[in-house]
């Protein structure tokens, strides 16, 4: 089947550490997102990535790192800089950035730092 | 930066009825879309929405892109308790690579 796959569902983190969290998709989208959700809020945008070895930040990026080895794959690294990382965080992607292309998402990764 | 306000926040209505909810952006947008997400899932693509005045349905779901284009709603008719979730309005603009969100309206239906 295709899609994207995030993982793990959850994830417990010590303050301080760094953590990685996984998306692979076998879609053969061009571009990958990440987004963060707190609750009762929307989605906002940490970093995005329309081909490979390329990515940019989005609105909250601070915190936060990325890298874009292969089309398939887009980790989200949570690192000890982010102030606040428990959150909800979804991974998306897209096969182009043309008219009606739109974005499937993840199943989300929930991050709690205890 | 954009922002998107969705209304209402929440909603808590009897099965059958039928539920408004819209979107309003201090800019305007090229592409409007609304998604659903289940509790603890990523959001699923209900509609999307690509002319200014486009009036589009997916079984009891219409949506519609504002004639502005700064603004959309969502319908759905006769509800059932399936449709307990959260409702997202998201906005792509010009430069068509990233959605802004709106902050969601939760949506709860009583059998």
């Known amino acids: 089947d295709g899609g994207i796959t995030q993982s793990p569902k959850y994830l417990f983190r010590k303050e301080g550490q760094n953590v990685t969290l996984s998306c692979e998709q076998n879609?053969?989208?061009?571009?990958m997102y990440w987004y963060r959700q707190d609750p009762g809020q929307g989605l906002r945008l940490i970093y995005y990535?329309?081909?490979?070895?390329?990515?940019q930040k989005g609105d909250i990026a601070e915190g936060y790192s990325v890298s874009r080895e292969k089309k398939e794959s887009f980790p989200l690294t949570v690192t000890s800089a982010q102030k606040n990382p428990t959150a909800f965080y979804l991974c998306?992607?897209?096969?182009?950035?043309?008219?009606?292309?739109?974005?499937?998402f993840g199943q989300g990764t929930r991050l709690t730092v205890v | 930066g954009q922002q998107l306000n969705q209304s209402p926040q929440s909603m808590f209505i009897q099965e059958g009825e039928d539920v408004s909810m819209n979107c309003t952006s201090s800019?305007?947008?090229?592409?409007w879309l609304w998604y659903k997400q289940d509790p603890g899932e990523g959001p699923v693509l209900l509609i999307a929405?690509?002319?200014?005045?486009e009036l589009t349905s997916n079984g009891r779901l219409t949506a519609q892109f504002g004639i502005t284009r700064k603004d959309s709603f969502l319908n759905i008719s006769a509800s059932i308790p399936s449709d307990v979730g959260i409702y997202f309005c998201?906005?792509?603009?010009?430069?068509?690579?990233?959605?802004?969100f709106g902050g969601g309206t939760r949506l709860m239906v009583k059998p």
């Open positions: 998306a992607s897209r096969q182009g950035s043309g008219w009606y292309t739109e974005a499937f």
């Open positions: 879609l053969n989208h061009d571009a």
């Open positions: 990535s329309q081909i490979v070895n390329d990515f």
């Open positions: 800019s305007i947008f090229n592409t």
């Open positions: 929405l690509y002319k200014a005045g």
């Open positions: 998201a906005g792509r603009d010009n430069a068509g690579n990233m959605l802004t």
